[in-house]
């Protein structure tokens, strides 16, 4: 297959390339003309630079994105690429020039240039069911336009949800790598309640679940969910690491406040995600803390 992927050097990103690299898949990186001047790739990229090839656009151009899809021809797309991952509290021009009219041009530029294009998956968050900040309501109005563009023309569109991910590269002010720097380093954990129900699912299911729905016959506008179907506190997971690491210090729930309107409890529904493609999370997440711990003291 030919996967064309955007936000490829971003978490995820980084790891589903090389994870479609091993597989053999012949993998295209939508990138911005930075990385084309000059500005190197992420280290976990570097490795593989000459595996790759890349193609440059900046999505809220569509003039841009009509040309790298022309360049790129893929068979299949997965768009991971989107602002305000880690900073949700962007403000509402970013989150809909960046999410919402970029994912729009990445859908017209892939399907009216290429309708022979098997599938595109778009990369969603659990925030959009009920948002709080415009990183979620954007991603939200964004999978609106899919699912409009799936239904008037028929194209092949698929959503996956990905539930809260962790695994090694993930940026430092996310909970988990942060938690692993203090208990490392035998400082407490300043942290909120901590009583927040997640879906932690490690990297490595990921890449793995987006590879599968990209490359499985769904019914287009269908969305399916990434994660393991079981809720963990994040007060528990701050405590998994504490343990592990057994360095001292310890997680102080409650010295930060929670963020306004946040969902107490975000779970996968992955019984219905095994009626639609064969695929389910296989990591735990006490074996992928320790693999991220692996990681971490190997650095």
């Known amino acids: 297959m030919r996967f064309l992927v955007t936000g490829a050097t971003g978490f995820l990103g980084q790891h589903l390339v090389r994870y479609l690299r091993e597989r053999r898949h012949e993998t295209i990186l939508l990138v911005r003309e930075v990385f084309g001047m000059g500005q190197p790739l992420p280290t976990a990229l570097q490795a593989i630079r000459q595996e790759l090839d890349l193609v440059y656009a ?6 841009l994105t009509r040309r790298a899809l022309a ?31 970029g994912t729009s041009n990445l859908v017209r530029a ?23 900040n415009a990183y979620q309501a954007s991603k939200a109005a964004a999978w609106s336009f899919c699912q409009m563009y799936a239904r008037q023309m028929a194209w092949s569109i698929n959503g996956a949800t990905i539930f809260q991910a962790y695994g090694p590269g993930q940026p430092s002010n996310t909970l988990v790598p942060a938690a692993f720097e203090a208990a490392l380093e035998g400082h407490d954990f300043p942290m909120t309640s901590g009583e927040q129900q997640r879906d932690w699912i490690y990297v490595d299911d990921v890449v793995s679940g987006l ?36 360095r001292g210090g310890q997680p102080l729930p ?35 803390l320790r693999r991220m711990l692996v990681t971490l003291q190997a650095e």
């Open 254 to 288: 409650g010295a930060l406040g929670n963020r306004p309107g946040e969902e107490p409890w975000q779970v996968a529904n992955a019984t219905a995600t095994g009626s639609l493609v064969e695929w389910k999370s296989t990591i735990s997440l006490i074996d992928g």
């Open 211 to 246: 590879s599968t729905l990209a490359q499985t016959e769904v019914e287009s506008g269908i969305s399916i969910d990434l994660g393991t179907g079981k809720g963990t506190s994040l007060l528990e997971v701050v405590q998994q690491i504490y343990s592990l690491v057994g």
């Open 71 to 101: 360049e790129a021809q893929p068979d299949i797309v997965i768009h991971l690429a989107a602002a305000g991952v880690t900073e949700p509290f962007i403000s509402i021009d970013t989150a809909l020039r960046h999410n919402v009219t």
């Open 58 to 63: 900046d999505l809220r151009n569509l003039t």
């Open 110 to 132: 892939t399907f009216e240039q290429f309708p022979s294009t098997k599938r595109l998956v778009v990369a969603r968050t659990p925030g959009e069911s009920w948002p709080s």
